[in-house]
């Protein structure tokens, strides 16, 4: 234990006449490069030690506080007292070696200032617009699913669909033209990547920083309804300053790129799991439910997302947080709560209600949530029904999984028909 741990140990220990008996041991979490869907023993093991525990990650600075209970993540992302804006300039512990927080990043704000980021783009992730993109993006995938199937197998389902679909859905989300597209891509894998070092990271988010900057200064003015014309009005108006337009577009881009993970784990699930397979070829109706099913189950990332910061004493579950703790939620282990999730290691595509918290919860909600479902629901959907054969084309064991990522997911998904 570093001398900061021992003092801080100090400093909680001496609360214990106010209802603290212990303090639960300083977990070293290391950055752990799992296969397949299987869920991370580190968090598997925290969870069982009690629904307040104390980690290390194996960068930044100290320890923090995870919660993992259902109701008390929904508790702490919902509550003022817990404070995303707090992080900027602290080294909180974390897992990516090259995280900066930066100061006006809608990630990086709290209530009023990020309800008024949120509102500049809302329009673009509203049911209606969500559902005014249905058409256009199944007509996206008919044309990668199409060019698939002219070549025939085997091929890289990642190569060929899962990863160029959501990235031609949130380009047209964002109005981003076909040609950069690409260059977008790139960009965004360097970012989400921790094996190419912080330096090459960095460049890489400065660099699509300024391109939205471009492009969003162009659309001062616009009446269109994609995200960068939105923000480009909004600038327009002066309801937002340049630097938290762009830090907003960033963030969308890359959050966008996640379905390609995500719906990766899904046809690996599926595609290992045949049973589950065949009910959805043979029950069209089940799909949707079944993709929220899969959505919880699924392990979205690797540890940890963002920290927040305790503004004052808290308690949670009878353990005092004292203001300036560092705080990590973790959604993968409130969607294994079996308090809220009966048998929760079990796939259960008839599970109702079903209240997972993949997408967030709380004002920092992802804001693509529905555009995501969306997504994933006309793969499921259109490669079972094109494909009726679709199958894995190597050993389970062989499909090739991300190294380094913060997201995880196949590096690639081989696949015959």
């Not at 490069?33 to 194996?58: H, K, S, W």
């Not at 990086?108 to 617009?129: E, K, M, Q, Y």
């Not at 360097?190 to 988010?205: F, K, P, W």
């Not at 070829?281 to 392990?299: M, N, Q, S």
Request: proline share 8%; glycine share 8%.
């Amino acid at each position: 234990m570093t001398a900061e741990e021992t003092t801080t140990t100090a400093e909680h220990a001496g609360d214990a006449g106010a209802g603290v008996p212990f303090l639960p041991p300083v977990r070293f979490w290391p950055a752990l490069d799992l296969t397949a869907v299987d869920f991370d023993p580190m968090l598997a093991e925290l969870m069982r030690e009690g629904p307040v525990t104390r980690i290390q990650l194996p960068n930044g600075e100290g320890w923090a506080w995870l919660v993992t209970r259902y109701d008390d993540v929904r508790t702490v992302t919902n509550d003022p007292r817990f404070s995303r804006e707090a992080v900027l300039g602290r080294q909180v512990t974390r897992l990516a070696p090259h995280f900066i927080p930066a100061a006006g990043a809608v990630g990086f704000a709290d209530p009023p200032d990020h309800t008024r980021l949120r509102r500049a783009v809302a329009p673009a992730f509203t049911s209606r617009g969500v559902e005014r993109l249905r058409a256009r993006a199944q007509e996206m995938l008919d044309e990668l699913v199409d060019a698939m199937v002219a070549d025939g197998p085997p091929q890289d389902l990642t190569e060929r669909v899962l990863g160029p679909f959501p990235i031609a859905v949130v380009c047209e989300v964002m109005g981003v033209p076909e040609e950069d597209r690409t260059t977008l891509h790139t960009w965004t894998q360097l970012i989400l990547s921790s094996t190419h070092g912080a330096d090459v990271s960095e460049r890489a988010r400065d660099e699509m920083s300024a391109y939205f900057a471009e492009l969003i200064g162009a659309r001062r003015g616009s009446t269109d309804e994609d995200v960068c014309s939105l923000l480009g009005a909004a600038l327009g108006r002066g309801e937002l300053t340049e630097q938290e337009a762009v830090g907003l577009a960033v963030l969308i881009q890359i959050g966008g790129e996640a379905v390609t993970n995500n719906s990766g784990q899904m046809f690996y699930l599926l595609l290992t799991r045949p049973a589950l397979l065949e009910r959805l070829r043979a029950e069209p109706e089940v799909r949707p439910a079944a993709v929220d099913e899969l959505l919880r189950y699924i392990p979205h990332r690797s540890a940890v997302g963002l920290s927040r910061i305790a503004l004052e004493d808290v308690a949670v579950r009878g353990v005092r947080i004292n203001a300036g703790d560092a705080v990590y939620v973790s959604y993968l282990a409130a969607n294994r709560d079996p308090e809220v999730f009966p048998d929760p290691d079990r796939i259960d595509f008839d599970r109702s209600p079903n209240p997972h918290v993949s997408f967030g919860f709380g004002p920092h909600y992802c804001p693509g949530g529905m555009l995501a479902r969306l997504e994933s629901e006309l793969l499921v959907g259109t490669l079972l029904d094109r494909l009726p054969g679709l199958r894995l084309g190597v050993p389970a064991e062989d499909v090739p999984w991300r190294k380094g990522a913060l997201i995880r997911g196949p590096e690639a998904l081989p696949v015959t028909w």
